[in-house]
């Protein structure tokens, strides 16, 4: 499976981004969806997760509220939208295929990734 990350870039504190995650070479609709980070000199970081038949979505706790993602089988993409963007915030935002649902926070059981995205808000 192959995935795509687009939408990164510089953004203000309070602004907002849409990440998007292009699938190919897996059935879409098949797939639990993860969205990570990195933040600099930090280790990769679970962000948000979506299962495979759009029922089910987790975030870690500091993005509750502010971040939504979300999946179109129509377009094979996963979209992460980001509002009210903090500093901290800042990092490579990658998107990744889990093993399943209830492994969907753990960074060593997805089976692919993208090559990451750059999100970074200025204070």
């Known amino acids: 499976v192959q995935l795509q990350a687009s939408g990164g870039g510089l953004v203000q504190a309070g602004g907002s981004l849409r990440l998007s995650c292009a699938v190919s070479?897996?059935?879409?609709?098949?797939?639990?969806l993860g969205w990570f980070r990195r933040a600099p000199g930090k280790e990769r970081a679970f962000v948000a997760g979506?299962?495979?038949?759009?029922?089910?979505?987790i975030y870690r706790d500091s993005v509750k509220g502010r971040f939504t993602i979300s999946r179109d089988n129509a377009k094979n993409t996963v979209y992460l939208q980001m509002n009210d963007l903090k500093p901290e915030d800042t990092a490579i935002y990658y998107c990744?295929?889990?093993?399943?649902?209830?492994?969907?926070?753990?960074?060593?059981?997805?089976?692919?990734w993208g090559q990451g995205t750059q999100v970074t808000v200025s204070s």
């Open positions: 990744g295929v889990a093993q399943e649902w209830r492994l969907v926070k753990i960074l060593s059981k997805y089976k692919s």
């Open positions: 070479g897996r059935t879409f609709s098949e797939l639990t």
């Open positions: 979506i299962d495979e038949s759009d029922t089910l979505t």
